[in-house]
């Protein structure tokens, strides 16, 4: 059974950081995109990064303050959260398995974790 959970979310204040990690068991995902989105309350799920063979990518909102690495021989994935702000408070989600499409897309990703509650005070 594939499993993907996450931890490291917590509350923080303004400027603080933060350590996202995700921890998949059941298969290997080296060879696909793994990636972070996140739901913010009241709004949609929106795209925060992924990685796919080494090539990272950053939703505009964050480029510059997160970085997104993975260890495949831990089979995990990671997410450090510098210089946050109040509005990038969401749960965030873990997602696996997208090997073809835009890896900004919810819709590839074929595994998905329960997710990890990130709050940032002002």
């Known amino acids: 059974q594939v499993q993907l959970v996450e931890s490291g979310g917590g509350l923080v204040q303004t400027g603080g950081s933060l350590r996202l990690s995700c921890a998949a068991s059941?298969?290997?995902?080296?060879?696909?995109?793994m990636g972070w989105f996140r739901r913010a309350p009241g709004k949609e799920r929106e795209f925060v990064a992924a990685?796919?063979?080494?090539?990272?990518f950053y939703a505009d909102s964050v480029q510059g303050r997160f970085t997104i690495s993975r260890d495949n021989a831990k089979g995990t994935l990671y997410l450090q959260m510098n210089s946050l702000k109040p509005e990038d408070t969401a749960v965030y989600y873990c997602?696996?398995?997208?090997?073809?499409?835009?890896?900004?897309?919810?819709?590839?990703?074929?595994?998905w974790g329960q997710g990890t509650q990130v709050t940032v005070s002002s």
């Open positions: 997602a696996a398995g997208a090997s073809s499409g835009r890896v900004s897309e919810p819709v590839g990703y074929g595994y």
């Open positions: 059941g298969r290997t995902f080296s060879s696909t995109a």
């Open positions: 990685v796919k063979w080494g090539a990272q």
